[in-house]
Every structure is written in C-alpha cells, then in structure tokens.
C-alpha cells in the first residue's frame, strides 16, 4: 500500500501519494545548489519530515536538519518552499 501524505495550506487539505510527493521533491531538488550526494539525504529527510514540515510551514527557519546538511540549511528549506509552490 503506498504512502499519503497531507499538507494543509489555508483553508485546505491536499493528499499526495508517496510517488507524487518523491516526484515533486525530486523536481524541487534539480535545481538545488546541493552536493549531488546530499541531495539524496536532503530527498530523504523532507519525505520522512512532511508532516512536521507541512504543520509548521510559518516556522520553516526552525526546522532540524540532520547533521550533515546543517551547513546546506537555507537550501533545504529552498527545496522545501520549491515544492510546496506546486501546490499554489
């Protein structure tokens, strides 16, 4: 059975498939200035991270970040509004 997902922008709800959100981020990830190998990382940690991500989107600057992208934090949260503006 494949993974949802929610986000909760305003006053709505979207589902995505667990093949629809890896697709987003991974368009999301193209143009990242991201090591290639911690791109991988990055894709990793905002699909185990998404429902966190999606229930603080006014706090994004907060988010813990695994240890080896600390140094890539303002691009983690670039990939992160790149793929929430598909959904708007």
């Known amino acids: 059975m494949p993974n949802h997902y ?4 305003e006053s709505g709800s979207y589902n995505l498939s667990g093949t629809d959100l890896d697709f987003r981020i991974s368009l999301a990830l193209e143009s990242a200035k991201l090591p290639k190998d911690l791109k991988y990382v990055a894709k990793d940690f905002i699909k185990d ?3 966190e991500i999606t229930d603080n989107l006014d706090n994004l600057s907060n988010i813990d970040v695994p240890p080896e992208l600390l140094e890539y934090t303002n691009e983690v949260i670039e990939i992160i509004q790149n793929v929430l503006s598909n959904f708007t």
């Open 49 to 51: 991270k998404w429902n």
């Open 6 to 9: 929610s986000i909760k922008l």
